[in-house]
């Protein structure tokens, strides 16, 4: 076949010549390996941290509101510095294909970051379990425990409940009181938080009752059900209160946790694309000098 000096001959153009996946897994496990360990140390460093704002007697250990947003900055800041060390190494490591255009190339480095990324999540909630973040995980419990139940046993009286029972039933000792009427006046007590206020008959029982028992005016009586009644309702109320601020702080927190992982995904994936950029840069520049 002859061929004129216009015509033009089209080689065609392979592209993946090997037929290889895109994806180098080389490169991420290396990257999330790497990711992983910076963040188990600063993990475990900022549970030391932790402890030292945490003590057994409350007076003296930092509020759960300075806890949660020290824990909240930490965590985003071993997220974001591991997340970008992982994905920069995924991004300078992997082997750069030139049959793409470099925007095609700065998408593939940072498909690279997601997957450090996301195999580096993994690998953390792996390591999770393990002896090294169980420890750090018991101790810090242990703290907090130990503060949560020094502030119990100041500001509750251990139960609440029992203190009641015990100023009710309180007497002279010449009559002892037996654990059914202790019992009664429990289930009346517990009857009354639950209704919100103390039926008028049970109150006049118990009052009946306490004054025989205490040598006491029914008026007395009276007024010290009201008391031990009315101390009951504000520790109900105060529990209340603790529950929902514990509810409203587990929320902020997951939002948070959330908020995290979001934030590292984008950190590695713009490391990769910084570790690829400085990867085509210095092959370019070997290029150059060759």
Known sequence: ??????????????????????????PIIGGAVIATAISTIMTVFGSAIG????????????????LLVAGALWGLWVTVSSSIAGGYL?????E?????????????????GLLVWATGALLITILATSSLFGAAKTAATGAISASSGAASLISQNVDPLATA?????????????A????????????????????????RDYLAERLAVRANISPQDAQKRID????????????????????????????????AAL?????????????????????????????
């Open 1 to 26: 076949m002859s061929m004129s000096g216009t015509d033009v001959v089209v080689a065609p153009v392979s592209v993946n010549k090997t037929g290889r996946s895109y994806v180098q897994w080389g």
């Open 51 to 66: 402890l030292s704002m945490v003590s057994a007697d409350f007076e003296k250990s930092s509020s759960a509101t300075a």
């Open 90 to 94: 995924a991004g300078r490591m992997r």
């Open 96 to 112: 750069p294909t030139f049959d793409a255009t470099p925007d095609e190339r700065k998408v593939r480095d940072a498909a690279h």
């Open 165 to 177: 029972l015990d100023n009710v039933m309180r007497t002279s000792g010449q009559q002892p009181v």
């Open 179 to 202: 654990t059914e009427e202790r019992n009664e006046a429990s289930r009346i007590f517990v009857a009354a938080l639950t209704n919100g206020r103390i039926e008028p008959a049970d």
């Open 227 to 258: 008391d031990v009644f009315a101390r009951l309702a504000q520790a109900k109320e105060t529990a209340k209160q603790a529950a929902e601020r514990a509810r409203k702080i587990a929320i902020l927190s997951a939002f948070l946790t959330a």
């Open 262 to 290: 979001l934030v590292g995904a984008a950190a590695a994936a713009w490391g990769a694309g910084l570790g690829g950029e400085h990867r085509d840069e210095n092959l370019l520049a070997e290029t150059g000098a060759m």
